[in-house]
């Protein structure tokens, strides 16, 4: 059975600020070791319950941030970027299911760290009429694959909002968020277990899991954090704006939206 994990940062035991996810500050260099160990224990935890491969997607900005040395030696590691499936890379690779690691809530929502993909570009996201933060996207997008979500870490936010597009699905509350970047953490030790245990429940429960399915065409309608993004973002000659700072686009699947949604983000550093 391959399994992939698929690990973010905003979701990881005490990690609460800006500082601790951007890199080149002291503060993000503990809070990438955090991350490791939340993923090795993943990766430990589908081994226990009976993986025979393991792949790890490092799937927080630029996408190479845990050090390859921290890692449980026994899984791949899935680095850099630009990749066409982003932040579930190796869902092509025949894995039979996905574990999201370090999640958070999506944007204007009320969780530790809550943004969608781009916390400067995206105010909200909406795949045929329902709004999605990364995991109900990236979901969608294993489940376009046929790879059902079979766990998911973050803080009591990230799980509420995600509970009911993946009922099946493995949940780990790591901490409880009491603001934006405050909130009540596990101990990284406890967390780490909790995190083992879970994937490792998850793959005995596998068989009940189902792929988060979207079918196409997708209708994807996006607010942005300012008008002048939306100003930007309609250059592109099939997007259609609809607000001050909304825009509208169809696509012919899961993917398709996904991947533009992803070139978006990418032009959007033209404001910064």
């Known amino acids: ?7 973010d940062i905003e979701g990881v035991a005490g990690v609460y600020h800006p500082e601790q996810v951007r890199a080149g500050n002291a503060e993000y260099e503990n809070a990438r070791r955090l991350m490791a160990a939340e993923a090795s224990a993943a990766v430990a935890g589908a081994f226990d319950g009976g993986a025979t491969e393991v792949y790890v997607n490092d799937s927080h900005g630029g996408f190479r941030n845990m050090p390859p040395d921290l890692l449980d030696e026994r899984a791949q590691v899935i680095q850099g970027k630009p990749r066409y499936l ?22 204007q929502g009320r969780g530790i760290l809550a943004h969608t993909i781009n916390s400067f570009a995206f105010a909200r996201i909406e795949l045929n009429g329902r709004e999605l933060g990364e995991a109900g996207l990236y979901g969608a997008l294993a489940g376009a694959y046929g790879v059902p979500v079979l766990m998911a ?5 990230f799980i509420d909002e995600n509970r009911p ?8 509350q790591t901490k409880r968020a009491t603001g934006m970047n405050s909130g009540i953490s596990l101990s990284p030790t406890q967390s780490c277990a909790a995190i083992r245990d ?3 429940d998850a793959m005995a429960l596998g068989a009940k899991a189902r792929p988060f399915i979207i079918e196409g065409p997708v209708q994807v309608r996006l607010q942005t954090q300012t008008p002048a993004q939306a100003d930007l973002f309609c250059q592109w000659p099939t997007l259609e704006r609809t607000g001050g700072d909304e825009l509208h686009f169809t696509a012919p699947d899961t993917e398709a939206a996904v991947r533009m949604i992803n070139c978006l983000s990418a032009m959007s550093s033209l404001l910064r």
């Open 1 to 7: 059975m391959k399994i992939l994990i698929s690990v």
């Open 86 to 107: 982003s932040m579930v890379s190796g869902v092509e690779l025949g894995v039979d299911g996905v574990c999201f690691v370090g999640y958070h809530s999506r944007a």
């Open 153 to 157: 870490s973050g803080d009591d936010v």
């Open 165 to 172: 597009l993946f009922p099946h699905t493995r949940f780990v």
């Open 198 to 200: 879970g994937v490792r």
